[in-house]
Each structure stands twice: as structure tokens, then as C-alpha cells.
């Protein structure tokens, strides 16, 4: 896997990752209708640092993910940065969120960050719950029913935080 | 005291109160030399709703604080408000920061909001936390050395959140 920062080209390829976690509505507490400029407007902010995980496949390289890094504040806040994560479709279960994650601590760090903290990420997402874990995020908060899932109902949020 | 919405001819006063709000750098992750005009932008942002409390002082009345009212997430996450208070410093002490939060969980609640969560409230500004409390907000998150103090270095923030 390879990981370099995202650039105007990358739109489609972008689009293809963003659409369907968006139209699930199970994992970021964003429109499910939201059009695909707004969502790249969104993705690709001035404010976001944007990578893409590209995987080898024969002859051609596929994206396989993306995520973004940026202060999670201003002022006496701007030492915590924020990130979020995106794994295409057909891309679960191969380490690509972890290897993100992985990198995105280090540009953390690169930039002088001293923690990085995820303001909502979905109980019911077990997967990235264990994972943030694994990746030493501790749970520093749970907001009660601060979510509603398209299925489950209203389920809790948690905010983590690691230090960098 | 009344509150009302803020309108654009409030521009002046508002500002007379976030000005020493931000340059102190204390309570809110801003950057400490934000503009008047940034200042003022981010305030009055179309997705805040804005309103003023006004004290009645002999023949005039004087703007003694100012909130924001917002949806704290879009889609799963939009029925939980987000609000930001402002107190002039010369009328701290006379109940107006409680006044405006009964207004903002009156009017959370008159839009359909289920809940309002504060995220970021710093556990050196002691007289708010005592009062988002008897305001019948819960601690639900504690975010460790999250904020950078002017003179206190890294203290804790919180997260508070209540039903409304």
C-alpha cells in the first residue's frame, strides 16, 4: 500500500470512497443526500490535510482510502488535530485503516500536534471502535444517543483521544 | 432583561462583547488575534442562530451578553444543538449566562432538537462549569491538557451534554 497526499485528479477516485459511506448514513454524521460537490468541497476543505491509499493490483494502482488531518481548534486549542477516515467499499478487511491511521499519527506528530482526538465515532461501528483502540485511542467521552442510525435507532457516540 | 435576535445593526455592541472574550484567551479555542471582522463572521455564521440579552439600565439598554444556537452535527447527528455563550465583562455576576442557556434549551427545544452538547468547555472556567451543571448538563466527556491556557498551561475541557 502507498499513501501520498490527494490532488484535483483524485476527485472521482474520491467520490467512489465517498459515496457509499455517505449514502449509508452508518458511520459519519453527514447528509445522506449530500451531492458530490459538497461532499468534496467537505473532503478536500482548505483546512483538511488529505491523503489517499493507493493498493497494487497488477498493472494498476486502485484507492482503497483516504482520510483527512486538521486542528481540531483554534487558539489554545490548536495543538489537537482531528482526522477522518474513509475505506473503499471493496477494500474492508485489508489493513487499510489501520495503515492510515498509522500514517496520519505521523504527520500528526510531523506537525507538531500533541494529540489527536475523534470527536464521534458510532458505537455501532464496532469495527472502527476496536480498531481506535488497537490503535491506542482511549474512550474519553460517550455521548448518549447522539446518533441516529438509519436502523438501529439512536445510539451512542464516543470521543476519543490519543496523545501523538 | 430581554433577549432577542440579534440583527446587523448589533454588529458594534456584539463586538464590544466578544472582543475582550477572545484577546483574554480563556474560555473559548479561538485564536487570540482573530479579527473583528472574522470575529463577527464566525459568530454571526449562517448556521448559528444568534440572539442578544439587553438590560434595562435607567433610559438606555445596554447589549450584557450574547448566544449561539446550531445543529452540533448534520445528518445522524442533527438532533443534538450546540450553543456558545458571551457575558460582557461588566455585568458578570448578574444571572446572564443562565438566562440566555433557559433561552437557548427553550428555543433547542421549540426547533426539535433532542439534546445540546457543549464541546469544549475548560475546566479553569470554574463559574461555567458550576453552572452548566445546575443548568442540569452532565460531564460525558473530559478531554485531557485539550486546551492551552494563557497563564494555567494545559488544562482539561470538557465535554456536557443534557437532554432537552
Redesign the interface.
Known amino acids: 500500500m502507498r499513501i501520498r497526499p490527494a490532488t484535483p485528479a483524485d476527485a472521482d477516485a474520491l467520490w467512489r470512497i465517498l459515496e457509499p459511506v455517505i449514502r449509508a448514513?452508518?458511520t459519519?454524521?453527514?447528509?445522506?443526500d449530500?451531492s458530490r460537490e459538497d461532499a468534496l468541497a467537505y473532503w478536500l476543505s482548505p483546512a483538511h490535510e488529505v491523503h489517499v491509499a493507493l493498493y497494487e493490483d497488477g498493472d494498476r494502482e486502485a484507492m482503497v482510502g483516504t482520510y483527512y488531518l486538521k486542528a481540531n481548534?483554534?487558539?489554545?486549542?490548536?495543538?489537537?488535530a482531528n482526522c477522518g477516515y474513509m475505506v473503499a467499499q471493496d477494500a474492508a478487511g485489508r489493513g487499510v485503516a489501520q495503515a492510515m491511521c498509522t500514517h496520519s499519527l505521523t504527520r500528526a506528530r510531523a506537525r507538531g500536534f500533541?494529540?489527536v482526538?475523534f470527536?464521534?465515532v458510532?458505537t455501532s461501528n464496532e469495527r472502527a471502535v476496536r480498531l481506535w483502540q488497537h490503535m491506542g485511542f482511549s474512550v474519553?467521552?460517550?455521548?448518549?444517543?447522539?446518533?441516529?442510525?438509519?436502523t438501529k435507532g439512536y445510539v451512542d457516540?464516543l470521543?476519543m483521544?490519543r496523545n501523538v
Open positions: 448514513g452508518e459519519y454524521p453527514l447528509p445522506r449530500l481548534n483554534a487558539g489554545g486549542g490548536a495543538h489537537v500533541r494529540a482526538q470527536n464521534f458510532i474519553v467521552g460517550r455521548l448518549p444517543g447522539a446518533f441516529e442510525h438509519p457516540a470521543v483521544f
